[in-house]
């Protein structure tokens, strides 16, 4: 019999509307059940994943090159550069919109980059990841994108199988329902860190374990920068390009803009997440906290604080003296949390929760001016005042629940335009007036 760990399942109880002294009750009585019959068969329903792995040469003899437009399937992060959008699709590539248009966005080419998940542009050089390598592709012709280097094993990957000289690239997911007995229960609650123990529940793989690296580049970098989104793990700040994975803090010089040659490498602990360059700092985001970093040497970032939270995800957007952190159940975290810490970093050596605020499911956030933008995954997207920010949960001027929202970017520009990601496609906002967004247009998943 194959085990489930053989199966290469990685398992999360879906969110529920359950109460937890419910589902207490629900397992006492089925434990009492359990020793009568002496039996513990269940019929489960999750989603089996299947390795696929790729070598080295088949991931670097790929084709980078600029293609078609084609519609949006599985869209990752979002990318603002000088009028155009770029679109991840997730470990294929990137799509071209332009955009001088809010009104009427027009697709207009595909960059096909296997393993893509990563983006940050300056002075019209693009920096992917494809897979474990960073590319530097010319996009001063947006139409003909070109390879012009790649610098090997600059992040890490899922699994690295240096005897066969190839990498476990993703799984290919299939749902399965079928009964376990006991000792695939038991093997069931080690993989899955805990179970209800009811019939037919629904346990699914939470994809973001594959896609965790998937972002986008966040920051107020000058000198032909983009604007990304919170939930980067890229970012351009000067002559510099920051990348964050699971544990690792790295720093490249764009010196030579064509081959970035990295100058540190600092060890961040676990679970890291995004990067928010604020200033002359840096905010990064973890299942346990935010970590504040000095950037004044760009080279080499130093440590300043940190503040720690229960676990669970949390991109960080910084406005004045507060950190907003959002924190989120039902993902790869395993956290039970939704709400948004308030922070105050007046003492950037002793940040301090200030107040925490209730939510449905909060992913990324934007801010512009007093309005805060924060996406609330299948809830929507909400729009707070944070004149006075202690106050905020009291001053939602405005929500929009017929999307899903993962992520946003309030544009720096007299336009006031609002760019929002989601499972079901992209759209875009006029925010002139904050308390009443106005749909200007939008591109559905097909």
């Not at 759209?427 to 106005?438: A, T």
Request: glycine share 6%.
């Amino acid at each position: 019999m194959i085990s489930l760990i053989e199966k290469g399942i990685k398992l999360h109880i879906m969110k529920s509307n359950i109460k937890l002294s419910t589902i207490l009750f629900a397992l006492l009585i089925i434990s009492f059940s359990s020793c009568i019959k002496d039996s513990c068969e269940r019929v489960v329903t999750y989603t089996k994943l299947e390795p696929v792995y790729l070598t080295y040469d088949e991931i670097r003899n790929a084709v980078i090159e600029s293609s078609a437009s084609r519609e949006l399937s599985e869209p990752g992060k979002i990318y603002y550069y000088n009028d155009y959008l770029f679109i991840n699709e997730r470990n294929e590539g990137i799509h071209i919109i332009d955009n001088s248009n809010a009104e009427a966005p027009l697709n207009i080419g595909f960059i096909s980059i296997p393993g893509n998940e990563d983006i940050s542009i300056k002075d019209d050089f693009l920096y992917a990841n494809s897979y474990m390598d960073l590319l530097t592709i010319d996009v001063s012709d947006i139409q003909d994108a070109n390879l012009i280097n790649r610098s090997e094993n600059m992040f890490p990957t899922l699994w690295n199988d240096i005897e066969n000289e190839q990498i476990l690239a993703y799984y290919d997911e299939e749902e399965v329902t079928e009964e376990l007995d006991c000792d695939e229960m038991t093997e069931l609650e080690s993989i899955g860190g805990f179970w209800f123990g009811c019939v037919n529940c629904n346990f699914a793989f939470e994809e973001s374990f594959v896609n965790d690296l998937a972002t986008t580049a966040t920051g107020n970098g000058g000198g032909g920068t983009g604007t990304g989104g919170s939930m980067a793990r890229f970012s351009v700040i000067g002559d510099y390009l920051y990348s964050v994975d699971q544990f690792t803090l790295k720093v490249f010089s764009l010196d030579n803009p064509t081959i970035p040659t990295q100058t540190s490498s600092i060890d961040l602990g676990w679970g890291i997440e995004t990067i928010f360059p604020y200033e002359d700092k840096l905010f990064i985001g973890s299942n346990s906290g935010m970590f504040i970093y000095d950037n004044s040497n760009p080279e080499l970032p130093t440590f300043l604080s940190a503040f720690q939270h229960a676990t669970a995800c949390d991109p960080v957007f910084v406005k004045d003296n507060f950190a907003y952190v959002t924190l989120r159940d039902g993902n790869q975290c395993q956290g039970f949390s939704n709400q948004l810490d308030l922070i105050d970093i007046t003492d950037i050596t002793q940040p301090s929760l200030v107040k925490s605020f209730q939510m449905d499911n909060p992913h990324g956030l934007s801010i512009r001016d007093n309005s805060l933008f924060l996406c609330e995954g299948d809830f929507g997207l909400k729009v707070f005042d944070i004149d006075e920010p202690t106050n905020l949960g009291d001053r939602k001027i405005d929500q929009k629940k017929d999307l899903h929202a993962f992520d946003v970017i309030a544009i720096p520009s007299q336009e006031k335009i609002l760019l929002v990601i989601g499972d079901d496609g992209f759209y875009q906002y006029n925010y002139d007036d904050p308390s009443n967004l106005k749909l200007l247009s939008k591109i559905q998943v097909q």
